[in-house]
């Protein structure tokens, strides 16, 4: 076991970690940080996005060292004290949620993206979030919810 | 004796069971349907997902996420033969390995078993990913190398694949009775088929097939188990806790009270999670051995290989019709590709039920002939809409081809062949949405301005193209539900269900809040625990959940409201007779100034009042005798095919759906998109390819399989409910998870043929197929 320092949503944490154990593994394992999502282990789905030095990553193929010294953000960082972000809101009330596993992942690509462009069109938002597979809503209020975060009424 | 009336359906007479005296039934808590016009508070309006706020903050667990102290790690060796008996079996390296704690196989679990057939740990291997042996570690990384220092010596024995080569004399014998299952082929019959064939004017025979496709649910397949002191809880990524309790209890010979199953959210399940695994038992069985938790998840290409999937079909459709469109004859025949053992699965390899063949269109005169053929492979198992979904996709092509060849418009062929009576039983429908599904995708989608042929020039060539939906309902099983009111005017629904997260949590708060008018705020629902929930379905399947269960919520509901009216009277000191209740107060219609507000009543309930809390109890009663339940609709889409890659895009799509009262319209739509996403997928993308020498899957992941990503969708999926006011039970609701997926594939198909006049009878509709129909079209 190696020792790792990781800072995730703004805390900085020791974690023990196995050679080449991926970030994933040591938010869920190592900081019980059940949020992102392993829905194939291989970069794939998108259910472990989590977003690094404002990029986003499959957690589950990057190796838990290689976050050490950057800023790690993961869904349960979404909300602050309690308030869901414009975006959580939006895919509650857009009803873009159903089984869910995939929405973390699928949230923070979202993030992600308007941070990069608040005002994306409608082929960015696809683009976007096309790295995040969803077998339950067919996108189209996942996509809404997202156009309708990025500009509030 | 049931009260019995008369109704006339298409000028023919009926004795049908009077619904108002079947459903209210004695004692006052019975309840009639909702009329058709009643207006209602909760009931058919949008409501987003309260459990929504738990997953977008990543609150929400798991069965994956479960992680309990001393939590150990299981893998399992499988098979790498079709057929194989084993010769010798060598766990000592992987026993010795630092970190493991237990490992099992036929040697020393030999007798625990799985069904009539087979043992858990198998030790004549009859497909790749059969289990042999299981590890549990410290680690799933030891576990998984442990699993790797088994060694295993097989005597291979002939295997076959192909459905065909199964089917010919001389190919490996998998069963005793051969391989189409059974002995041989189901086959239903009505009228006399050569008569109708001989009164035909037009006969067409056409062959389609339909490929494998995989839930491909986000969540794994897997458990966490626990056996502590005689007793088994299980954490399980199941549509139910109730069915998956019942049946690990009755493989593992345990009593029902000594076995509890949970889920508090399900990663999707599609039809792929209900029941027992071998890795339920096989984690029971390591937790047994070895005193700890067990975690057992199938990693993804354990689940494609191994967690079911919609078989592969070939279907050959023969009809005769009149010049009018008016059918004379149908003669079908399907095979379907199932596994090596005789388990559930071969019913789902070719399901001799629900055929829309059967149902759909009026036919006097029909054979269907069903073959499950056996092959060395992994079973499959409903998936979304099974047997519908393969059986539209090829009827509503055909359809298509016929109307072309009469010279009709679809629509206008379809509606030739409506009935409103289900066939096989000839018994009349409680509602038939079909027509005003027809009609009212038609209107939004703007069918009016189909041309015969694409007119338009150059490489992206559009066209349009629309397919029936066809679901069959369920006759009202068994189902309980306890609505429980508490002191400070909390309404506690508790069902027996598990979280697949498409709403039934909302729509059965919905339901009590309608009926005990209260704000919805104050309705919880308690589900997703075995041991604590009365029985109110079995598993989620067969789109019942609303359907089973609504009703019998409905009626706890009112039977907690008559309860707490009882109370009222009591708090007022008037007559029961005498309290009326509207709006959260209570009222004396005798003396109006006396008067208690909801929260006033239920103060009076609890410990502290000396006072029981208010306990309803609710049942799901049959559907009346003598009427069917099925559930129709409409699919349109309209596509843009590029001649020069083959790329078919679908533009937009309406999607009319006949599931009788909508409860939660907001849930609707997401349903209604998200299946026919599903069915998008199965039409032009999804497919398991197997080596056609071993039988393994070569796509067995998400990155080659090909699930629709945000970039295929269209770009307009238009939802239309159409409101039947059904009387099977009174919520008048059908069900609606399953019917969105029926259409696409015969509408994708069609609009593709609109536009490029090349018809592909075999899904999915892939750009090399597409390209070489064109050529060949030339």
Same mark, same amino acid.
């Given at each position: 076991?190696?020792?790792?320092?990781?800072?995730?949503?703004?805390?900085?944490?020791?974690?023990?970690?196995?050679?080449?154990?991926?970030?994933?593994?040591?938010?869920?394992?190592?900081?019980?940080?059940?949020?992102?999502?392993?829905?194939?282990?291989?970069?794939?789905?998108?259910?472990?996005?989590?977003?690094?030095?404002?990029?986003?990553?499959? &957690?589950?193929?990057?190796?838990?060292?290689?976050?050490?010294? +950057?800023? !790690?953000?993961? @869904?349960?960082?979404? *909300? #602050?004290?309690?308030?869901?972000?414009?975006?959580?809101?939006?895919?509650?009330?857009?009803?873009?949620?159903?089984?869910?596993?995939?929405?973390?992942?699928?949230?923070?690509?979202?993030?992600?993206?308007?941070?990069?462009?608040?005002?994306?069109?409608?082929?960015?938002?696809?683009?976007?979030? &096309?790295?995040?597979?969803?077998?339950?809503?067919?996108?189209? +209020?996942? !996509?809404?919810? @997202?156009?309708?975060? *990025? #500009?509030?009424? | 004796?049931?009260?019995?009336?008369?109704?006339?359906?298409?000028?023919?007479?009926?004795?049908?069971?009077?619904?108002?005296?079947?459903?209210?039934?004695?004692?006052?808590?019975?309840?009639?349907?909702?009329?058709?016009?009643?207006?209602?508070?909760?009931?058919?309006?949008?409501?987003?997902?309260?459990?929504?706020?738990?997953?977008?903050?990543?609150?929400?667990?798991?069965?994956?996420?479960?992680?309990?102290?001393?939590?150990?790690?299981?893998?399992?060796?499988?098979?790498?033969?079709?057929?194989?008996?084993?010769?010798?079996?060598?766990?000592?390296?992987?026993?010795?390995?630092?970190?493991?704690?237990?490992?099992?196989?036929?040697?020393?679990?030999?007798?625990?078993?799985?069904?009539?057939?087979?043992?858990?740990?198998?030790?004549?291997?009859?497909?790749?990913?059969?289990?042999?042996?299981?590890?549990?570690?410290?680690?799933?990384?030891?576990?998984?190398?442990?699993?790797?220092?088994?060694?295993?010596?097989?005597?291979?024995?002939?295997?076959?694949?192909?459905?065909?080569?199964?089917?010919?004399?001389?190919?490996?014998?998998?069963?005793?009775?051969?391989?189409?299952?059974?002995?041989?082929?189901?086959?239903?019959?009505?009228?006399?088929?050569?008569?109708?064939?001989?009164?035909?004017?037009?006969?067409?025979?056409?062959?389609?097939?339909?490929?494998?496709?995989?839930?491909?649910?986000?969540?794994?397949?897997?458990?966490?188990?626990?056996?502590?002191?005689?007793?088994?809880?299980?954490?399980?990524?199941?549509?139910?806790?109730?069915?998956?309790?019942?049946?690990?209890?009755?493989?593992?010979?345990?009593?029902?009270?000594?076995?509890?199953?949970?889920?508090?959210?399900?990663?999707?399940?599609?039809?792929?999670?209900?029941?027992?695994?071998?890795?339920?038992?096989?984690?029971?069985?390591?937790?047994?051995?070895?005193?700890?938790?067990?975690?057992?998840?199938?990693?993804?290409?354990?689940?494609?290989?191994?967690?079911?999937?919609?078989?592969?079909?070939?279907?050959?459709?023969?009809?005769?019709?009149?010049?009018?469109?008016?059918?004379?004859?149908?003669?079908?025949?399907?095979?379907?590709?199932?596994?090596?053992?005789?388990?559930?699965?071969?019913?789902?390899?070719?399901?001799?039920?629900?055929?829309?063949?059967?149902?759909?269109?009026?036919?006097?005169?029909?054979?269907?002939?069903?073959?499950?053929?056996?092959?060395?492979?992994?079973?499959?198992?409903?998936?979304?809409?099974?047997?519908?979904?393969?059986?539209?996709?090829?009827?509503?092509?055909?359809?298509?081809?016929?109307?072309?060849?009469?010279?009709?418009?679809?629509?206008?062929?379809?509606?030739?062949?409506?009935?409103?009576?289900?066939?096989?039983?000839?018994?009349?429908?409680?509602?038939?949405?079909?027509?005003?599904?027809?009609?009212?995708?038609?209107?939004?989608?703007?069918?009016?301005?189909?041309?015969?042929?694409?007119?338009?020039?150059?490489?992206?060539?559009?066209?349009?193209?629309?397919?029936?939906?066809?679901?069959?309902?369920?006759?009202?099983?068994?189902?309980?539900?306890?609505?429980?009111?508490?002191?400070?005017?909390?309404?506690?629904?508790?069902?027996?269900?598990?979280?697949?997260?498409?709403?039934?949590?909302?729509?059965?708060?919905?339901?009590?809040?309608?009926?005990?008018?209260?704000?919805?705020?104050?309705?919880?629902?308690?589900?997703?625990?075995?041991?604590?929930?009365?029985?109110?379905?079995?598993?989620?399947?067969?789109?019942?959940?609303?359907?089973?269960?609504?009703?019998?919520?409905?009626?706890?509901?009112?039977?907690?409201?008559?309860?707490?009216?009882?109370?009222?009277?009591?708090?007022?000191?008037?007559?029961?007779?005498?309290?009326?209740?509207?709006?959260?107060?209570?009222?004396?219609?005798?003396?109006?100034?006396?008067?208690?507000?909801?929260?006033?009543?239920?103060?009076?309930?609890?410990?502290?009042?000396?006072?029981?809390?208010?306990?309803?109890?609710?049942?799901?009663?049959?559907?009346?005798?003598?009427?069917?339940?099925?559930?129709?609709?409409?699919?349109?889409?309209?596509?843009?095919?590029?001649?020069?890659?083959?790329?078919?895009?679908?533009?937009?799509?309406?999607?009319?759906?006949?599931?009788?009262?909508?409860?939660?319209?907001?849930?609707?739509?997401?349903?209604?998109?998200?299946?026919?996403?599903?069915?998008?997928?199965?039409?032009?993308?999804?497919?398991?390819?197997?080596?056609?020498?071993?039988?393994?899957?070569?796509?067995?992941?998400?990155?080659?399989?090909?699930?629709?990503?945000?970039?295929?969708?269209?770009?307009?999926?238009?939802?239309?409910?159409?409101?039947?006011?059904?009387?099977?039970?009174?919520?008048?609701?059908?069900?609606?998870?399953?019917?969105?997926?029926?259409?696409?594939?015969?509408?994708?198909?069609?609009?593709?043929?609109?536009?490029?006049?090349?018809?592909?009878?075999?899904?999915?509709?892939?750009?090399?197929?597409?390209?070489?129909?064109?050529?060949?079209?030339?």
């Amino acid at each position: 076991m190696i020792t790792i320092t990781l800072n995730v949503n703004g805390a900085t944490h020791k974690v023990n970690v196995r050679p080449g154990e991926s970030l994933l593994s040591a938010l869920r394992l190592g900081l019980g940080l059940t949020g992102a999502k392993e829905g194939c282990g291989e970069g794939d789905c998108g259910a472990c996005t989590v977003i690094i030095d404002g990029r986003t990553v499959d &957690s589950c193929i990057y190796p838990a060292g290689e976050a050490q010294g +950057k800023k !790690v953000r993961t @869904v349960e960082g979404l *909300a #602050s004290n309690g308030k869901l972000s414009p975006l959580q809101e939006a895919f509650v009330e857009h009803g873009a949620v159903q089984c869910g596993f995939c929405i973390p992942g699928m949230l923070m690509s979202a993030t992600a993206l308007l941070e990069r462009n608040p005002k994306p069109s409608e082929a960015a938002i696809r683009l976007g979030l &096309s790295g995040n597979l969803c077998r339950c809503t067919g996108y189209a +209020k996942i !996509v809404e919810a @997202v156009r309708a975060a *990025a #500009s509030p009424a | 004796m049931a009260a019995m009336k008369q109704i006339i359906v298409e000028g023919k007479t009926y004795t049908v069971e009077d619904e108002s005296a079947a459903l209210q039934g004695e004692g006052g808590t019975m309840l009639a349907p909702w009329g058709k016009n009643e207006t209602l508070k909760y009931v058919g309006k949008r409501f987003p997902k309260k459990v929504a706020r738990e997953k977008v903050t990543g609150e929400a667990k798991y069965a994956y996420d479960v992680q309990l102290p001393g939590m150990l790690h299981a893998r399992v060796l499988r098979s790498s033969h079709a057929n194989a008996k084993l010769l010798d079996l060598e766990t000592s390296a992987a026993e010795k390995l630092p970190g493991v704690r237990a490992v099992l196989s036929h040697k020393n679990a030999g007798k625990q078993p799985w069904d009539r057939e087979r043992a858990v740990f198998k030790d004549h291997v009859r497909l790749i990913g059969d289990d042999i042996a299981a590890v549990a570690a410290d680690t799933e990384q030891i576990a998984d190398d442990a699993v790797r220092l088994i060694k295993v010596k097989y005597e291979v024995l002939p295997h076959v694949i192909d459905v065909r080569e199964a089917m010919r004399p001389g190919a490996p014998k998998l069963q005793p009775y051969g391989n189409i299952w059974e002995g041989k082929p189901k086959v239903y019959e009505r009228g006399d088929l050569a008569k109708g064939f001989a009164a035909a004017d037009v006969v067409l025979e056409e062959t389609y097939t339909t490929s494998e496709q995989h839930h491909a649910c986000l969540e794994m397949h897997g458990c966490v188990a626990h056996w502590q002191n005689g007793m088994l809880t299980v954490w399980d990524s199941t549509q139910g806790v109730h069915l998956t309790r019942d049946l690990l209890a009755l493989k593992l010979r345990l009593p029902i009270s000594k076995v509890r199953v949970l889920n508090e959210h399900l990663g999707g399940g599609f039809g792929s999670k209900n029941g027992v695994k071998e890795y339920h038992v096989i984690a029971a069985m390591l937790s047994r051995a070895t005193g700890s938790p067990i975690r057992l998840f199938l990693d993804r290409f354990e689940t494609f290989l191994l967690s079911s999937h919609r078989p592969l079909t070939i279907q050959k459709i023969k009809a005769g019709f009149k010049k009018d469109g008016a059918l004379t004859a149908i003669d079908y025949e399907v095979i379907g590709r199932g596994g090596a053992w005789n388990d559930r699965g071969m019913y789902w390899a070719a399901p001799a039920v629900g055929s829309p063949t059967n149902e759909l269109y009026k036919c006097p005169n029909l054979r269907t002939t069903n073959i499950p053929v056996h092959t060395n492979l992994s079973s499959p198992g409903a998936c979304r809409g099974p047997g519908n979904t393969e059986n539209l996709f090829a009827l509503e092509q055909f359809m298509d081809e016929a109307a072309e060849k009469l010279d009709l418009d679809p629509i206008a062929l379809r509606l030739k062949n409506f009935t409103a009576v289900y066939q096989p039983k000839n018994e009349p429908y409680f509602s038939n949405g079909l027509r005003e599904s027809y009609e009212a995708a038609a209107k939004t989608f703007g069918w009016q301005r189909r041309k015969p042929k694409s007119t338009v020039e150059g490489t992206k060539r559009r066209g349009i193209g629309m397919s029936a939906v066809h679901w069959h309902g369920f006759e009202g099983e068994p189902s309980q539900a306890l609505v429980t009111i508490y002191p400070d005017g909390t309404v506690e629904v508790n069902v027996g269900i598990a979280n697949l997260g498409v709403g039934a949590q909302v729509i059965f708060a919905q339901i009590a809040a309608e009926e005990i008018d209260v704000p919805l705020e104050m309705v919880r629902v308690a589900y997703g625990d075995s041991a604590g929930t009365p029985y109110t379905i079995n598993s989620s399947y067969g789109s019942r959940t609303t359907f089973q269960g609504g009703p019998a919520v409905r009626m706890a509901a009112a039977d907690a409201k008559q309860q707490l009216i009882a109370l009222a009277a009591e708090t007022l000191k008037v007559p029961v007779a005498d309290v009326q209740y509207a709006g959260g107060v209570f009222a004396a219609k005798s003396q109006p100034e006396k008067k208690a507000n909801f929260k006033e009543v239920t103060g009076k309930l609890g410990w502290m009042q000396g006072r029981h809390l208010l306990i309803g109890k609710g049942k799901r009663l049959p559907n009346p005798a003598g009427r069917k339940v099925d559930i129709f609709g409409a699919q349109m889409v309209e596509v843009e095919v590029d001649t020069a890659s083959g790329n078919v895009k679908v533009l937009r799509a309406v999607l009319a759906h006949d599931s009788g009262r909508p409860i939660n319209t907001l849930t609707y739509e997401s349903q209604v998109q998200g299946g026919f996403i599903q069915g998008l997928g199965m039409a032009l993308y999804e497919e398991r390819i197997l080596d056609a020498e071993t039988g393994v899957q070569l796509n067995a992941n998400y990155h080659e399989y090909g699930c629709p990503t945000a970039l295929d969708i269209p770009d307009q999926v238009t939802v239309v409910p159409i409101e039947t006011h059904d009387l099977s039970n009174n919520i008048n609701a059908k069900g609606l998870g399953e019917p969105p997926v029926t259409g696409a594939g015969g509408a994708i198909a069609n609009a593709l043929y609109n536009a490029t006049g090349v018809r592909i009878r075999d899904y999915p509709i892939t750009p090399s197929k597409v390209l070489q129909a064109l050529r060949a079209a030339v």
